[in-house]
């Protein structure tokens, strides 16, 4: 006697038409995962070709009143975004050996003003600012971690020069720019800057020290962020002038002005809004790296 669908083995193998069936729909459920992928894909596509009105948008009317559903996707995804803050010239003496030529790169002074008290002081007030909005803040000193990552660095620095009517703000991306990115946000850390500060714009004495900064040079430099991430450098003003040495001695104004800048930037990109910050309190700014004293001016015991 014969018994259907009874293997060899003594188990029950399945009726061919289930088989055929189970077959059908395992495809159909493979198909249908990648025409999602496909869709999603096309929308990202079409999402991020926009980011550039999205960003003059930003700059000409502020911040959209509440996050859109691609930014409330982004933020359930990825959670909050990161902003590195280099604070220049802090403990430039401990520069890896690929920076040596750097570890005596200590920073301007003027009228008993140091540019690394400056740079400090502005970074741990920015770092604040934007942990109390929801982003989580990193300090690096001098020295940026092997291929540091986060979805904006920002290195601080003050300017200083011999000619006494030289002043104003300045601020710079590595040329050609790393990613598509760099240029947006230094139109939007500018303007916000530019329209907070008493300085006027300084963009002509951009230097090419600014234009290959090393913590940018991932192409030639081991300590230096990765090429996805936002950089820039911002010169604050100088502290040669005593305009700009008046703003740049209450680090609440640069900050405030920085911070405006970055969060714009962080919105029009769809990584951040006030309105998805979490409800639990601000994030704990990090330290990342050997920076000892970070949070006080006083010497290092």
């Known amino acids: 006697m014969t018994v259907p669908f009874l293997s060899d ?13 189970s077959g059908r729909h395992g495809r159909r459920a493979v198909l249908l995962v990648l025409l999602a992928l496909a869709v999603a894909g096309w929308a990202s596509l079409q999402r991020a070709a926009g ?22 996707a982004t933020a359930w995804l990825r959670g909050a975004p990161t902003v590195g803050l280099q604070i220049g010239h802090l ?14 790169s200590t920073g301007g002074r003027a009228a008993g003003l140091n540019e690394v008290d400056v740079n400090r002081a502005v970074a741990l007030e920015l770092a604040d600012r934007l942990a109390a909005a929801g982003v989580e803040v990193e300090l690096l000193a001098a020295t940026v971690p092997a291929g540091y990552g986060a979805d904006v660095l920002i290195a601080l620095h003050a300017d200083a020069s011999d000619d006494p009517s030289r002043r104003g703000y300045k601020s710079a991306h590595r040329e050609p720019a790393r990613n598509r990115r760099e240029p947006w946000l230094r139109t939007l850390v500018d303007g916000a800057y530019l329209r907070a500060a008493p300085l006027p714009d300084d963009r002509d004495n951009v230097s090419g020290a600014m234009l290959d900064y090393y913590a940018f ?8 962020a990765r090429p996805g991430t936002a950089g820039l450098i911002v010169e604050m003003g100088y502290l040669s002038h005593p305009v700009d040495r008046a703003w740049l001695d209450d680090p609440a104004g640069p900050a405030a002005a920085i911070a405006e800048g970055v969060l714009a930037y962080l919105a029009a990109i769809d990584r951040w809004h006030p309105d998805l910050a979490p409800s639990d309190g601000a994030f704990d700014p990090a330290v990342v790296g050997s920076v000892p004293c970070v949070q006080s001016s006083s010497p290092c015991p």
């Open 9 to 21: 083995a003594g188990s029950i193998a399945p009726p061919p038409s289930l088989r055929s069936r």
């Open 91 to 104: 403990h430039a003496e401990e520069h890896p050996d690929e920076l040596a030529a750097l570890r005596t």
């Open 51 to 72: 980011t550039e009105a999205r960003v003059a948008a930003v700059a000409g009317a502020g911040l959209p009143e509440v996050p859109g559903a691609w930014t409330r």
């Open 217 to 224: 040079a991932h192409h030639r430099l081991r300590h230096a």
